[in-house]
Every structure is written in C-alpha cells, then in structure tokens.
Nanobody, 126 residues
Framework: QVQLVEYGGGLVQAGGSLRLSCVAS????????MGWFRQAPGKEREFVAG????????MHADSVKGRFTISRDGAKNTMYLQMDSLRPEDSAIYYC???????????????????WGQGNQVTVSS
C-alpha cells in the first residue's frame, strides 16, 4: 500500500508562489498515475492536475491552467505542484493522490484514486 506525505503548504500573498511536494513510500513512476486535488470549506473536492504513470502526459483544470504545473521526479519518489500567480480563490486544503498499481492513465475523478495524502493547507491572502 502506497503512503503519501505532502509538504510545502502555507500562507502567501496574492500573486505569489508556492510549491507542494508529495513523497511516496515507494517508487510510483511508470506504474501509478497521480494527481492533485483541493477542497475549500463548504465545497466538494475538485481536481487540480494529473500526471500519467509514465509522466509523459499531464493535464490541468481550466481554473489553474497556465498558473500551476504538475511534475514528478521518479528517482525521488516525489510529485510536485508548482503554483504561481496565486489567487485568494486558490485557498484550500490540497491533497495528492495515486491510482492503484498499474493504472497509468490520468483521471480527474476522485473515485479513480486509491491512495491519498493527509492534505496540506494553502491560504492566499488578498
């Protein structure tokens, strides 16, 4: 069972940047598609970005396209979310997630992910 631990959240002013990291307990590149989701108070968890199992394809939600970038370093068992030009509406708890072993296709659906990190608060002040 894969364990995911997230780092890098915090408080930042609008227009600033943060980088989230998600460290997996085992090597996930080539075998697991992964993604980032977020959940704001009173709202459902929503898809932010995804990366394929072989890291050859990525996708980003329209709301973050051009501002956020998902990437992965297989040697470090780590996935990243670089967040630039942050806005107050980006404030949420951010979760990393991994699909089950062998599921290499990206997905924007929470039900497709088998493993989740503990969540990391990101707050953007205006």
């Amino acid at each position: 069972q894969v364990q995911l631990v997230e780092y890098g959240g915090g408080l930042v002013q609008a227009g600033g940047s943060l980088r989230l990291s998600c460290v997996a307990s085992e090597r996930t590149d080539s075998n697991y598609a992964m993604g980032w989701f977020r959940q704001a108070p009173g709202k459902e968890r929503e898809f932010v970005a995804g990366i394929s199992g072989r890291s050859d394809r990525t996708m980003h939600a329209d709301s973050v396209k051009g501002r956020f970038t998902i990437s992965r370093d297989g040697a470090k068992n780590t996935m990243y979310l670089q967040m630039d030009s942050l806005r107050p509406e980006d404030s949420a708890i951010y979760y990393c997630a991994a699909r089950s072993s062998g599921s290499v296709a990206m997905s924007a659906t929470t039900l497709c992910y088998a493993y989740w990190g503990q969540g990391n608060q990101v707050t953007v002040s205006s």
